[in-house]
């Protein structure tokens, strides 16, 4: 049987706007119960962070990036001091790229990670938008350092394995990690690849994975991720 908590659900407008605000949310909450939500704000593609302060009540919202179309697909986590990590994509072009924004100086402060690296097309620019679902996933390492994991959508020439198949197979699925280092700098991570038996001579990498990923962190400090293959 469900706890009584479960069984009794509450409900409040975040943003009642008509402009497609909140598409693709993330959520967390801190130690003293604060709500932090990073939502796609789609008519003006842009970053949108939210908080609900729990002592009032109140939700307080801001854009995140302002000079930058960004904010397709985000992911958020907050710190045992509050602050507020966001991993997120940027378009430039027609291309994902992806960035990270955190408020631990006291201001937020944005960093391209993976710098110069694509990861597919961008939101409504997406050239498989029902095929290639992009996913970002952000969590905590034990030292409290932010850990991004992200599906590569990008475009790598596989195609040509399938014959005449519709074009949403010519793409690579790639997961991809990297963590930040307590000296502020990003190691990137080469997950290796899911041994693939169908066809190995199209596929000599391994089988294609990353779509839909989360990662999460046990008390060991152990990093796990979940995703598709």
């Not at 391209?112 to 939101?123: D, H, I, N, Q, T």
């Not at 959508?153 to 793409?171: D, K, Q, W």
């Not at 693939?196 to 989360?214: A, Q, V």
Request: hydrophobic letters at 35%.
């Amino acid at each position: 049987m469900l706890p009584a908590q479960f069984l009794s659900w509450e409900y409040e407008n975040i943003v009642d706007d008509i402009q497609q605000s909140g598409a693709n949310p993330s959520m967390a909450v801190d130690a003293q119960g604060n709500l932090h939500i990073s939502a796609w704000q789609q008519e003006f593609n842009q970053l949108t962070y939210s908080i609900r302060h729990k002592a009032t009540g109140q939700w307080q919202h801001e854009i995140l990036d302002p000079e930058h179309e960004t904010g397709y697909k985000s992911a958020i986590v907050v710190d045992s001091l509050g602050k507020v990590h966001i991993a997120y994509f940027q378009k430039n072009g027609s291309q994902a790229f992806l960035k990270y924004a955190t408020n631990a100086s006291g201001s937020w402060t944005y960093e391209s990670l993976l710098p110069g690296e694509p990861l597919g097309g961008y939101g409504p620019n997406l050239d498989f938008p029902v095929y290639a679902q992009a996913s970002v996933s952000i969590s905590l390492q034990k030292n409290g350092q932010p850990f991004v994991s992200v599906f590569d959508a990008s475009v790598n020439g596989e195609g040509t394995c399938y014959g005449n198949l519709p074009i949403y197979v010519n793409y690579d699925l790639k997961l991809r990690a990297t963590a930040r280092m307590p000296d502020g700098s990003w190691q990137t991570m080469n997950l290796p690849a899911v041994p693939f038996t169908d066809n190995p001579s199209c596929l000599l990498s391994g089988d294609r994975h990353g779509e839909f990923c989360k990662s999460v962190r046990d008390k060991l400090g152990r990093m796990y991720i979940l995703t598709n293959s």
